[in-house]
Each structure stands twice: as C-alpha cells, then as structure tokens.
C-alpha cells in the first residue's frame, strides 16, 4: 500500500531567539491543559500547565498562555537553545480537574527545529 | 528515579501472534494509561485505570485487554495482533486528576 508521510506543522526559528508555538482547542469544557516536549526515541516530557481559571502561567525559560475566549493554548520559549528541537504537544483534560484521571486530549504537534 | 519503565523496547511479531506490553510505575501514583502513536494522529487512548482494579476504555480499545496488576503495574496485551496494530505504544501515569501525566519511553511494535 501507499505509505503516507508524517506532516506535521513546522516552526523554524534560530538559536537565541524566542519560540512561540500555538494550538486550538476543541472543547470549551476543558479545564486543564498541558504542554509536552517529545525528542526523537523518547515519550513526551512534561513542561508545563495551566489550569482554566488562569490565562497566564510562567516556567523556566517557558510561559504558557491560555484564550478561553477564543479557545486557543500558546507555549512561548525564551532565548531559544538547540537542545529546544523536538515535537511539541498540546493536550487538554476532558475529564474534569480533580476527577479520579485525566482524560487528555493530544494534539497532533508541532516540529520546533532550532537553527545554529 | 525511573518514573514509568515500559519493556520491552521494541519487538516484531507475525499477524495472529499474542503479545503483553508491560508498564510499571514508581511515583505511587493512582491512575495510569495506554497510548498508542501513529504518525500524523498524536496520541491517542487505549485503555486507562483510575485506581488499582479498575480499568475503562478509552478511545481506540478495540483489538487491546488490560490489566492492572497492582498499584504499581499496568499491563497491555494485544491478543491476535494485526498490521493495524503497528504503532508506538506509551503507558503514563498520573495522581489522580489533579496533575500532568509522566510518560515511559515507549514501545515500538511492528506487525508483520
């Protein structure tokens, strides 16, 4: 059969400058949303979270910002390094802040490559 | 510190084969989960259990049982695998609802 290839979405940026990689969620319901970084061979590494009745959470050299309004997640990384290249993910939590599991929600990604 | 250890690594297997993936935590957490990762489609829910004893379907079950073994241990068995079923596969787990959940290295099956 046809193989078909991997497309992901690809933001290019060089060393040292700022990344901001976006995502649109689907449901107005989720009240708990999550940034992963994936590297080559490896699972997804947690980075950062932000809960629904905030629209702005800071990290080491990341910051998350979340738009109810428009249901729309950004992850914003400083000063840029080439250890930053990976696939990152959004994920948001359908299954309500508190419950028993989180019921994530993944999108399909986006390919940061860091330019030298 | 391991956080979640997935084996095996890789593995092939012939269409009709039966196969267990296992997965073990360390961080006590409560709940834990299966993925699998096809190119294009992220990642997507096999099964997942909220406490030890119980285990629900998630979005793609179909083809997988579960078993969750002890607080510890959640395992996944394919039991006549299929082309289909050629993935990476990833076990995580999380504190219940209230935190991000922490993912194993994965499994990469291929179905032949």
């Known amino acids: 059969g046809e193989s078909v290839g991997l497309h992901l979405p690809t933001l290019s940026v060089q060393e040292g400058d700022n990344s901001i990689i976006n995502c649109a969620y689907s449901?107005?319901?989720?009240?708990?949303f999550i940034w992963y970084k994936q590297e080559s061979g490896k699972g997804p590494q947690f980075i950062i979270d932000i809960r629904s009745n905030m629209d702005k959470r800071q990290g080491q050299r990341v910051t998350v910002l979340l738009n109810k309004t428009v249901k729309h997640l950004s992850l914003q990384i400083a000063a840029t390094q080439p250890g930053d290249s990976a696939v990152y993910f959004c994920?948001?939590?359908?299954?309500?802040?508190?419950?028993?599991?989180?019921?994530?929600?993944f999108g399909t990604g986006t390919l940061l490559a860091v330019q030298p | 510190n391991a956080g979640v250890t997935q084996t095996p690594k890789f593995q092939v297997l012939k269409t009709g084969q039966s196969m267990t993936l296992q997965c073990a935590q360390d961080?006590?957490?409560?709940?834990m989960y299966w993925y699998r990762q096809d190119p294009g489609m992220g990642l997507r829910l096999i099964y997942y259990s909220a406490s030890e004893g119980t285990t629900d379907k998630g979005e793609v079950p179909n083809g997988y049982n579960v078993s969750r073994l002890n607080k510890r241990e959640f395992s996944l068995r394919l039991e006549s695998a299929a082309p289909s079923q050629t993935s990476v596969y990833f076990c995580a787990s999380s504190d219940r609802g209230t935190g991000p959940q922490h993912f194993g290295d994965g499994t990469r099956l291929s179905i032949l």
């Open positions: 994920a948001e939590n359908r299954g309500g802040y508190g419950g028993a599991t989180n019921k994530l929600i």
């Open positions: 449901n107005s319901a989720s009240d708990y």
């Open positions: 961080m006590n957490h409560n709940s």
